[in-house]
């Protein structure tokens, strides 16, 4: 195990369809996070996982994303109903809480472009 | 709410040292961390500090805190023309686990 990996790395939509993008973190990280970057930005922080427990959404989370974590291993998240401002880099990060640093390190992020 | 601020450029000569500053709002943070992100990558992560230490060497990385003052900032010793790149710091808010980012530092290094 390399690190985060994430699929697609990049998906092109019409406005209205549906998307799901996937994280696999690193082995044995018990906490995932999710953060959107759109051009010029640095990333926002969307929402996060200990285990499959979703311990934190941001107010930027509207009611058409979704993410989840079933079995504490790997996370999906889908956006319904895309948006032209949906468009972005969605961006992965994994840590194991109660390390040193407590790093979260990221993966290589999935860009979304909503025509 | 959190806040982090970095200038946006920084240009240098390749061999010369870089100096990359942030300010930051939220007091209570506990690790601050450097991530590099070059085009169309995701985010590197090079090194952290603790909100106890006031400075931190990592080969030809020095992270200088005043946590007074909310400054931190990422020294590139014989800065190459491989760090070019976007620099973000982001100090982790205390009572979540999220990390703040701002619009980072595009580091140019020309010979």
């Known amino acids: 195990d390399t690190g985060v990996s994430q699929n697609p790395r990049h998906k092109i939509t019409k406005r209205g369809q549906n998307v799901t993008f996937r994280c696999d973190p690193i082995?044995?990280?018990?906490?995932l996070y999710w953060y959107r970057q759109t051009l010029g930005q640095g990333p926002e922080f969307l929402t996060y996982f200990q285990n499959e427990a979703q311990l934190e959404k941001s107010r930027l989370l509207s009611d058409r994303f979704s993410a989840e974590r079933p079995k504490g291993s790997f996370s999906t998240l889908e956006i319904q109903r895309t948006e032209q401002g949906d468009s972005a880099m969605y961006l992965c990060a994994s840590s194991f809480a109660g390390t040193r640093g407590d790093e979260q390190f990221f993966g290589p992020g999935t860009r979304l472009t909503v025509l | 709410g959190e806040d982090v601020e970095q200038s946006l450029f920084l240009s240098v000569r390749e061999g010369d040292s870089s100096v990359i500053n942030c300010t930051y709002t939220d007091s209570s943070s506990t690790y601050l961390y450097w991530y590099k992100q070059e085009p169309g990558a995701g985010l590197q992560l090079l090194t952290y500090i603790f909100s106890n230490m006031d400075m931190k060497q990592d080969q030809r990385l020095t992270v200088l805190l005043n946590k007074k003052d909310k400054h931190l900032s990422l020294r590139i010793a014989d800065t190459q023309t491989g760090d070019s790149a976007i620099y973000f710091c982001?100090?982790?808010?205390?009572?979540?686990?999220?990390?703040?980012f701002g619009t980072g530092t595009r580091l140019q290094v020309f010979p």
């Open positions: 082995s044995e990280h018990n906490r």
């Open positions: 982001a100090p982790r808010v205390s009572d979540t686990d999220k990390l703040i």
